[in-house]
C-alpha cells in the first residue's frame, strides 16, 4: 500500500497503472474510517484491479459555523484499516495542494443540491461536487463507490457525472448500522454517552415510519407526523427536518407511490445526524 500526498504523483502512478490496463475502484472519505467505510472498501476491493481511497476533509463543503476545525482525524487508524483490506493507494492531499489554484470553478448541481440537507447547509454540495469532480480528474476511477448513508450526496453526484459526462460508473453502497440501529458515522465520536442513547431516536423513528408503510399507509403527511411525534418523545432531540421526496428527483410527494426516499436530519445536542431509508411501494 502507498500513502501519496501529492496529486502529480497520484496522477504518474494512476497512469502506469491505466497503461497496464488494470481496472481502478475509488472511495472519497473524509477519513477517521470506521465500518461503514469499510464495506464499501471491501466491495471495490472485489471489484477493481487497483484500489484508491481519498482521504480529505474538504474545506469548502463545510459552512462557517459548522465543524470543519473539529472534525475527527486519526491518520495512523486510517492506514491500518485500509491496510487490512488491501487498498493500494491512500490519496491524501493537504488543503493546499488540491486547491493550489485557489478555485474559481465550482460544480453546482441545482435543484438536486437545493432541497434536503442543501437547503440547511448553504454551499454544502457544491463544496462537495468540486471537490469529487477533481478527485474524478486526479484518480480517473472506473468505478467511484457511495454510501447510502449521504443518499443526496449519492444522487447529486450520479447526476454530475451523466451532465458533465464523467467516464465512470457510481456504485450505491448500502448504510452500515450498529448493532442498536444508528447508522455508523464519523460524527457519532462526538457524541456523549447520553447523547449516543438519544441517537437511537433516528433509526428507530424511521423504523416506525417504515412499519406504517408495510402497513398500507400512503399519506405523506401521516408518515411525517409519526416521525415528528417519536422524535419528540427524546428531550436531546431537535428536528432539523423530516422530508419524504421522490428517491430520483428528490421533489416533494404528497403520496407515497414508486421508489421514496424518507429523510431525516436531526440535531442530538450539538450534534447534526442524519439517517434515510429508501420504500419501494
Ligand atoms: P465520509 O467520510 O463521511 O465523507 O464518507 C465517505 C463515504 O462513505 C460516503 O460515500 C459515505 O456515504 C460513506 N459512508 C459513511 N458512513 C457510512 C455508513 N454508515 N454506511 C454506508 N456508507 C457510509
Not at 94 to 118: A, P
Amino acid at each position: 500500500m502507498i500513502l501519496v500526498e501529492e496529486k502529480n504523483k497520484t496522477r504518474e502512478i494512476i497512469k502506469e497503472w491505466k497503461s497496464k490496463g488494470y481496472s481502478i475502484g475509488f472511495i472519497p472519505t473524509m477519513g477517521y474510517l470506521h465500518r461503514g467505510h469499510l464495506s464499501l472498501m471491501e466491495k471495490a476491493r472485489r471489484e477493481n484491479d487497483k484500489l484508491v481511497v481519498s482521504i480529505f476533509v474538504n474545506p469548502i463543503q463545510f459552512g462557517p459555523n459548522e465543524d470543519y476545525d473539529k472534525y475527527p482525524r486519526d491518520m495512523a487508524g486510517d492506514i491500518e484499516m485500509c491496510k487490512s483490506v488491501n487498498v493500494d493507494l491512500i490519496f491524501a492531499p493537504s488543503v493546499s495542494d488540491m486547491y493550489k489554484t485557489s478555485n474559481q470553478v465550482y460544480v453546482d448541481v441545482e435543484k438536486l443540491g437545493d432541497v434536503l440537507c442543501g437547503a440547511k447547509r448553504e454551499g454544502h454540495f457544491r463544496g462537495v461536487s468540486t471537490v469529487v469532480a477533481k478527485l474524478f480528474n486526479i484518480i480517473s476511477p472506473d468505478k467511484a463507490y457511495f454510501g447510502e448513508k449521504d443518499y443526496q450526496q449519492l444522487v447529486i453526484i450520479k447526476k454530475m457525472v451523466d451532465d458533465l459526462d464523467f467516464d465512470l460508473e457510481i456504485i450505491p453502497c448500502a448504510i452500515v448500522r450498529e448493532e442498536d440501529g444508528l447508522a455508523i458515522s464519523s460524527r457519532n465520536s462526538y457524541l456523549s454517552r447520553e447523547e449516543r442513547k438519544a441517537a437511537l431516536i433516528l433509526a428507530e423513528s424511521l423504523s416506525r415510519a417504515r412499519q406504517a408503510m408495510i402497513g398500507g399507509e400512503r399519506d405523506v403527511s401521516i408518515i411525517k407526523n409519526i416521525i415528528t411525534n417519536e422524535l419528540s418523545q427524546e428531550p436531546l432531540a431537535v428536528i432539523d427536518y423530516v422530508e419524504l421526496v421522490d428517491a430520483i428527483e428528490l421533489r416533494p410527494v404528497a403520496r407515497v407511490s414508486e421508489r421514496i426516499l424518507v429523510a431525516v436530519a436531526v440535531f442530538i445536542g450539538k450534534t447534526r445526524l442524519i439517517d434515510n431509508f429508501i420504500f419501494e411501494a
